[in-house]
């Protein structure tokens, strides 16, 4: 079974600030791919970035950003230039067939 | 853009109902899940599909069923709703690989009395 920890449960940073979500997973798997998600406050949860495990380089989106280290097990998520509407529950989550999640990051961008 | 509809935002339903949830998608994806969603315990997998007319039990099924006889279409049951159902409820489609992320509906919040 996998299980992903995201250990901050609360998180808040400055606009236009960088910051750092963590993510750690376990498996056995050896083919899997891992998922940022966001979701603002009552609003629709959608995803922000992907990472497939056979590939070494970091995956990118604009200000999104993550460090993967696959034998760490360790999927973080940096946000450069912090933005107001950055604000939101991130999860982390880990699919090989259906996707397990983590608990959530809640992030507050303070103006 | 892939769309998931659930039909309802906001749900308030009496102890002992029998409760539907629907969801649809638009774009024939072969894969749709129900997660239930709750404060400090994250999503939680409660049915998935990964074809019409199949259904798989998550990690939390109990006092739940599910239906899908569309491909488009996956419906959550709850047999006899009881307050400890009171809960948000995220509905989500993907393509058949792995490789792809989830698209989730807009969540249905059911509160049961």
């Known amino acids: 079974a996998q299980t992903v920890t995201q250990s901050q449960p609360e998180m808040s940073v400055q606009e236009a600030e960088t910051v750092t979500l963590s993510c750690t997973y376990d498996t056995s798997e050896n083919n899997y791919y891992l998922f940022w998600y966001k979701q603002p406050p009552s609003r629709q949860m959608i995803l922000v970035i992907r990472q497939e495990a056979y590939k070494q380089q970091n995956a990118t989106e604009n200000r999104f950003s993550v460090n993967f280290q696959k034998a760490a097990k360790s999927f973080s998520l940096k946000i450069s230039d912090s933005q107001l509407g950055d604000t939101a529950m991130y999860f982390c989550?880990?699919?090989?067939?259906?996707?397990?999640f983590g608990d959530g990051t809640t992030l507050t961008v303070k103006p | 853009d892939v769309k998931v509809t659930q039909s309802s935002r906001y749900l308030v339903k009496r102890t002992g109902e029998k409760v539907f949830l629907e969801c649809v998608q638009d774009?024939?994806?072969?894969?749709m899940f129900w997660y239930r969603q709750d404060p400090g315990l994250g999503l939680r997998l409660i049915y998935f599909s990964y074809d019409v007319k199949m259904k798989e039990k998550g990690d939390i099924p109990e006092g739940y069923s599910v239906s899908r006889e569309k491909k488009e279409r996956f419906s959550l049951i709850l047999e006899s709703a009881s307050t400890n159902q009171t809960s948000m409820y995220l509905c989500?489609?993907?393509?058949?690989?792995?490789?792809?992320?989830?698209?989730f509906g807009s969540g249905t919040r059911l509160t049961v009395v």
């Open positions: 989550a880990f699919r090989a067939g259906k996707s397990t």
């Open positions: 774009m024939d994806h072969e894969n």
């Open positions: 989500a489609s993907t393509p058949g690989h792995r490789t792809y992320g989830y698209t």
